[in-house]
């Protein structure tokens, strides 16, 4: 009976015929036209709210509809020169607001209703109700929360959207090729102005091809359309040439060595600004790798398209020869790099710190004056009336936009400067969750790709959201499910419910200052029993409260045999990490720094501060040097946490961890310590060097690193024994 059922099914959908359209990509986001029967003409675009292969959700006026696949085609916007009269200008730029997600350009360059269809290849007219500027399609679905009455089944709706308050964060919108706002009057400006600064800055000279040598290494370019903060009044145009260096002949002989910030170092700055009391301010510096110091060291030339020669006044036969590097070759990061290295140690007089590289110091003898990281064109900047003073030399120096205070967008984050005094900071990404969007569960795997790559930047600002990242980001093409899909939504949606969650950074006491490692492993957690390791590095002060410095969450790349195992990683990886940012910012703050590590493994603890070995010959490498840096003070203490305490589990375990959400939400680290060890004097104590010192149970967190009794704090990296 079953066999027979199964053949006539078969049989029907044999017999059934396919729609001629299944085959297009219509998903969330496209813009589509729909076929009427009555009056027999195509009417759009509208946007596609939802999608399941067969039927499509497009928002039509307001509401969304249910049509078959075949109904709909894709929308082709058209292309068409721009005229003198066309559109605003570059200044005059501006949208209008019609719905979130929704905004309607200058009604010059708006298609009307009854205009002729723009495809080409359907007859009748086209009724257009949204503007050719239409911004992406994340910020779109993410409003339909108000209309989503009319979608009769629930796994295509979309995320509830609530836009009360707004951060600076900037969005960039890269246009894609045809758009028609690339030809726009402020576009056209912006292209021209590209030209004109490579001009200006010596990037290229003219040359004949006929005299260029025969197998010169000629590549192509194109010049890149962005608007900044799309679809706002704050709407901005801009252009980057940019070259192709796919044909560089060169490349794969060429080894960057361009040294960008990362990600921790900016917390760093913000962390030791509030705590010295400094100001937070930004530099961007124009076209910064034309701006380079040096020539190119070798001969690139242009081939310019045809439709961009009228920007650089060339004619037929010409071509551009590179005298400084343009964006896109492979070593134009190098030459700005050591440009901008060179003036920020000889002009401003700083010194770059150990951990990373782009991350600089400025010291009056012991005092510091001010700290500054650089990625690229940008730099974070904190520091005291004078050291802002030395860094105009900058502004003097480089062609760069004006100096931003206080509150400006860096690496994708919102910094923020709370009213004082005293003067505190937050870090942010509300814009960023704002524009996420949930996903249908009909979605195919490369779809998730895009979203997980979108989802994964908001772990720069929420080390809780940090598991879920990585859990999705395992997600193979053979493991990829429904259940996938559902656990990225339910992680969107929790972003996006506490977008509130910031993190802030106030004023610490200076002498009491210490670090805090919370280290924790997850053992064969994931879908494929692979093992997740975890920490997070706080500073803090007497009065617990907190600083975020930085954080991780990944897969154990050794192979992890027992829970052991992965708590002795995870310390290690936390170790390291800690003890660099130990090292710098002793540097910065002139001072010693207490190093206190916590686990909530007791064979950890045990291992490291008692007389015992574990059986695992594997492991006993990484104890020993846990061990190692123990008795030498290079950890000042270790203690044990119970597990509902560590905070590192908010990294490694799926689902909310408490502790982690109140230490974001307060600003203070109040987890008690079970178990830590009492440090005596080693000037007067009898004990030999390899004994170990008497253990102490405590159910409150105290002061770790400053017992009584004990030698006066030494520096870790003046080769004595630290606290």
């Known amino acids: 009976m079953v066999k027979m059922v199964a053949q006539a099914r078969l049989s029907k959908a044999v017999r059934q015929r396919v729609p001629r359209a299944a085959g297009q990509d219509i998903g969330p986001g496209k813009r589509v036209l729909i076929y009427r029967e009555i009056p027999q003409k195509w009417e759009g675009p509208f946007m596609v709210a939802g999608s399941d292969g067969k039927l499509v959700w497009p928002n039509v006026n307001y509401i969304l509809k249910l049509f078959s696949v075949d109904k709909v085609e ?10 003198v009269d066309e559109g605003p200008s570059a200044a005059e730029a501006d949208t209008t607001t019609k719905a979130p997600g929704l905004a309607v350009a200058d009604p010059s360059s708006t298609l009307t209703a009854g205009a002729t269809d723009p495809t080409g290849d359907r007859t009748g007219t086209v009724a257009v109700n949204v503007a050719d500027g239409i911004s992406a399609a994340g ?14 089944l629930s796994r295509h709706r979309a995320a509830p959207y609530d836009e009360k308050e707004r951060s600076s964060t900037s969005m960039t919108e890269v246009l894609e090729p045809g758009d028609p706002r690339a030809s726009i009057p402020g576009m056209e400006a912006a292209k021209q102005a590209e030209a004109d600064g490579l001009k200006r800055r010596g990037v290229w000279t003219k040359v004949l091809e006929e005299s260029v040598p025969a197998k010169a290494n000629i590549l192509g370019a194109r010049l890149v359309n962005e608007i900044k903060e799309p679809n706002t009044n704050a709407a901005q145009y801009k252009e980057r040439y940019v070259a ?13 060595n361009l040294s960008t910030l990362r990600q921790s170092p900016t917390k760093v700055i913000v962390s030791t600004s509030a705590a010295l009391g400094w100001r937070l301010f930004s530099h961007d510096v124009n076209q910064a790798y034309h701006q380079s110091k040096d020539a190119m060291a070798r001969e690139l030339y242009v081939r310019v398209r045809k439709r961009d020669a009228k920007y650089f006044e060339l004619k037929a036969g010409e071509l551009l020869l590179s005298r400084k590097p343009l964006y896109g070759i492979a070593d134009a990061g190098d030459y700005w790099d050591a440009t901008f290295v060179l003036h920020v140690k000889e002009d401003l007089g700083t010194e770059p710190l150990t951990g990373d590289p782009a991350l600089f110091v400025k010291m009056d003898g012991d005092a510091p004056e001010g700290i500054l990281g650089a990625h690229v064109d940008d730099s974070c900047m904190g520091g005291n009336e004078k050291f802002q003073n030395l860094t105009l030399a900058t502004l003097d120096k480089f062609e760069t936009k004006p100096r931003v205070r ?9 910094v923020w400067t709370l009213l ?6 937050t870090l942010d990404q509300k814009v960023y969750i704002d524009n996420l969007s949930r996903l249908s569960l009909s979605v195919n795997y490369e779809e998730f790709v895009r979203a997980r790559a979108a989802f994964a930047w908001v772990a720069h600002g929420r080390p809780d959201l940090c598991c879920s990242i990585n859990r999705a980001a395992k997600v193979t093409e053979a493991l990829f499910s429904e259940k996938h899909v559902k656990e990225i939504n339910k992680a969107i949606k929790h972003a996006k419910s506490t977008k509130e969650m910031v993190l802030s950074y106030k004023p610490l006491e200076l002498e009491s200052l210490n670090l805090r490692v919370y280290a924790g492993a997850s053992f064969h957690s994931d879908d494929d029993m692979s093992s997740q ?65 916590l686990t909530d493994s007791k064979q950890r603890f045990g291992v490291i501060t008692r007389a015992t070995y574990t059986t695992e010959k594997r492991l006993r490498i990484d104890v020993a040097a846990a061990r190692e840096a123990y008795n030498r003070q290079e950890i000042s203490n270790v203690g044990r946490v119970k597990s509902e305490h560590n905070i590192a589990d908010g990294t490694t375990n799926p689902g909310l961890c408490p502790v982690l959400e109140a230490m974001m939400r307060t600003g203070a680290d109040a987890s008690p310590v079970q178990q830590w060890i009492i440090r005596f004097n080693p000037a007067t104590s009898t004990a030999s060097d390899d004994a170990l010192p008497t253990e102490t149970r405590s159910t409150t967190m105290g002061p770790l690193a400053t017992v009584d009794g004990r030698a006066e704090p030494t520096r870790s990296d003046d080769g004595k024994p630290g606290v």
Do not use: W
């Open 74 to 83: 894709l929308y082709k916007p058209p292309i068409r020169p721009a005229t």
């Open 139 to 152: 910020a779109f679905v993410n409003s339909l929360s108000r209309q989503i009455g009319h979608v009769s």
């Open 244 to 256: 192709q260096s796919c044909g560089d002949k060169d490349k794969p002989f060429i080894v960057p």
């Open 406 to 414: 206080d509150d400006f967008q860096f690496i994708g984050v919102s």
């Open 420 to 425: 004082g005094p005293p003067r505190s900071f």
């Open 533 to 597: 390791l975890g920490y997070i590095v706080i500073q803090c002060d007497a009065a617990d409260h907190c600083h975020v410095l930085t954080y991780s969450r990944k897969k154990a790349r050794r192979i992890v045999r027992s829970i052991m195992a992965g708590e002795v990683y995870a310390f290690a990886d936390a170790f390291n990490a800690a003890y660099m940012l130990k090292h710098d910012l002793e540097r910065v703050e002139n001072k010693p720094l207490p190093l206190v590590m």
